[in-house]
């Protein structure tokens, strides 16, 4: 399968022309923070490389043999709203499935359930991290993607029960817990159903050391990243052309390989040369952010 540039969902880089996610942050700062068992905040606009940049953290954990490293998509818990009982179940739910499909433990798979009926949905997150860190041989580096997606009760209960545990870290808690969203922890401002008084999610999750930003790719990114192209298809672009297109995007990813992947679009017949770059970006086009706001290219 030929590679192209991705706008839809985390990056593969055996099927996209991709950057490497670890470098997109400060890899040193981030083990830094893992080695002093420190929990904090992964944080960025959508379509910037999160996700991306979360499994790559993971990968390179896991394959570096200290922890056991494990990423949660938790934004199925959204639907559940105020209903804490709903929203933690699906957290809960959600963790002890990927450790039995991504790490091939069915340690919590098998005990999720058991323990959320025991204690109940205002402790039983707590407890099965316990017992996941408890019964770990290597400490727990944690990566929930999509934590601002739950609201009110429900984001609550998830922040109160981690920070509940924090103080049992490494042994009996995870070593490290990582949140990721759109949002600063600090941003968050929750509106329990039961009084309607605001809680911020800064004083919900006291515990945060630091929060990181992902930011968007410079110029030198975006001609790396146009240069794979090149190199598997041979199509040339203009040194004027990344200037061009970072000026045009700002380096915002999503549009960087939109405005890429359009490129892509053109089919040809053996042996037509390519569309020139230059002549395809100084066309009237329009693209869109991620979250849908035309933008226009002149």
């Given amino acids: 399968m030929d590679k192209f540039f991705n706008t839809a969902g ?7 022309y991709t950057l490497d996610p670890l470098h997109r942050w400060d890899l040193e700062e981030v083990l830094t923070l893992i080695r002093q068992n420190k929990y904090f905040v992964l944080h960025a606009p959508r379509q910037t490389g ?46 002890a499935s990927r450790l ?10 098998d005990e999720w359930t058991n323990i959320l009926h025991k204690f109940g949905a205002e402790q039983a997150l707590n407890e099965m991290l316990s017992f996941w860190a408890a019964n770990s041989s290597k400490p727990i580096v944690l990566l929930l993607d999509e934590v601002d997606a739950l609201v009110g009760d429900t984001l609550i209960s ?10 049992n ?19 968050y401002r929750i509106l329990p159903d039961k009084n309607k008084a605001v809680i911020t999610g800064g004083s919900a999750f006291n515990i945060k050391a630091q929060s990181l930003r992902l930011g968007n790719f410079n110029q030198i990114d975006v001609r790396q990243l146009y240069s794979q192209h090149t190199e598997v298809t041979g199509q040339i672009f203009e040194d004027d052309i990344f200037e061009l297109v970072y000026d045009f995007t700002g380096g915002q990813p999503w549009l ?22 230059g002549l395809f970006f100084n066309k009237p086009k329009k693209a869109s952010s991620s979250e849908g706001t035309p933008i226009w290219i002149n």
């Fill in 50 to 95: 999160k996700t991306t940049s979360m499994l790559a953290l993971r990968d390179y954990l896991n394959d570096q043999g200290e922890y056991i490293a494990l990423y949660t998509n938790i934004e199925p818990a959204q639907v559940a709203r105020e209903d804490v009982e709903l929203g933690i179940r699906a957290v809960m739910g959600a963790i």
């Fill in 256 to 277: 960087v390989n939109a405005l890429a992947g359009g490129l892509q679009q053109f089919e040809r017949k053996p042996g037509q040369k390519p569309p020139s770059p």
């Fill in 169 to 187: 870290r490494p042994a009996g808690f995870p070593a490290t817990i990582v949140l990721c969203g759109v949002r600063d922890v600090r941003d």
């Fill in 10 to 16: 985390p990056n593969k880089p055996e099927m996209h």
């Fill in 100 to 109: 039995k499909w991504d790490a091939k433990s069915s340690l919590l798979y």
């Fill in 158 to 167: 998830l922040l109160r029960q981690i920070r509940a545990g924090y103080n």
